[in-house]
DNA sequence: CCGGGCCGTCAAGGTTCCGTCAAGAAAACC
DNA sequence: GGTTTTCTTGACGGAACCTTGACGGCCCGG
């Protein structure tokens, strides 16, 4: 599962490519702007990014440069112009690589697999503690004074979305879409299971739960 | 000073090549085929490699393969073919990037800077150990309380995925590509094979494993 | 005071996943 | 060319996991 950030201000190109990197299992995002491309890469954390150049508000390699000042999440640049002089700016302002238009959807896969294949270990995602939890993203890993805690794969799947936003809630038709998919949003019993089962493996109380706390009607917090 | 092996068959283009790379400051080594670039790279260990994919001798496909059974290193493939199945199949074979001829040489360039931007730092310590396991990365050897411990190549390829990245969980489908490729992905019983046998030869009780961890549902770790 | 959401808890199917074994196919070796 | 090693594939029992439904407590409004 691969979380990948598509910036296209060509809507019909946007909708075609969601939808074919969707039945490859990408998790993909859209923004139509420069600005939106900005403030989506830093709130999802994508693993990927899809840049087309053209941009209706700003420059597409100010984009490159911008991301490039506090993230190493690979850029993959799509662009309708061939030329020289922007592939070379494209890739120096810290792009990974450069499509040039029209191009097959099998290279553009190719590619992104060439990218996340490469991808350094995430730095970006670090170590959150808690209390007397410590809770390793990068090495899907979680450890309750000292001792390895067993989640199973939905476990870790739910504790992943909450401690990525840890500290903000997590409305429960957002955390059902993350984990399950689109389709269960409304499956709020799921959630009910597998936050006791959190609590009964992480909190001290379960009954009385400090880290993963209900936010009533709305969803739930991850309290770091 | 970046070391680059240049293996191209066209003498003409491979002398103008080298020129304008050495003027770039570039050390460049040229090899003519397959069998010659596969010889130099383990000799030279070159930082970053520009393989032409017509060679006289073998397919430029499989002199990626067999290079990344051992290494790492940027590969950037030239090709005058420009045919979509070319490029999926040179970047899945673990190609970096691929550039179609003719390219401009300043494309080239910015390509090298984002290759080895990327490439990742060298592993200083090859040589990891783990209860009675000693475990040489660089060397390929494995000894468990002093003896050598034989392993096929592919037992030794899981072995040296999981232990790369050892103490992080390897997903199901990261340790299939990396090992027998993307057209692998699902063929999850593969890995209970191997991991059967290495068990069988590295855990002093293999049916409860210490080093070679299962995570249900999820994928496989090597505990130091 | 009582009923309806909402949440936490529990346990029982039913499904998926894992370890194990074995045997045939392919590759490497001599 | 024959032998040995290695890889692939299938089957099966058991374990781990997900889903589902039911029940009770709590809070709030009627």
Redesign the pocket.
Known sequence: MTRLLLVEDDSTLARALAITLRTRSYVVTVARDGGSALRDASSSRPDVIVLDLGLPDMDGVDVIRSLRTWTQTPIIVLSARDGQRDKVAALDAGADDYVAKPFGIEELLARLRAASRRAAPREDEPVVSAGDLVIDLAAARVRRAGLDV????????VLEVLVRRRGTLVA?ADLLRE??GPA?ER???????????L??KLEAD??R?TH?????????RFEP
Chains 1, 2 share one sequence.
């Open positions: 067993r989640l199973t794969p939905t476990e870790w799947h429960r984990v399950w269960y499956q709020t019993n799921y959630l009910r299971v597998y936050l006791a089962q609590r009964a379960p009954s739960p993963l706390v209900t936010e009533s009607g709305l969803g739930y």
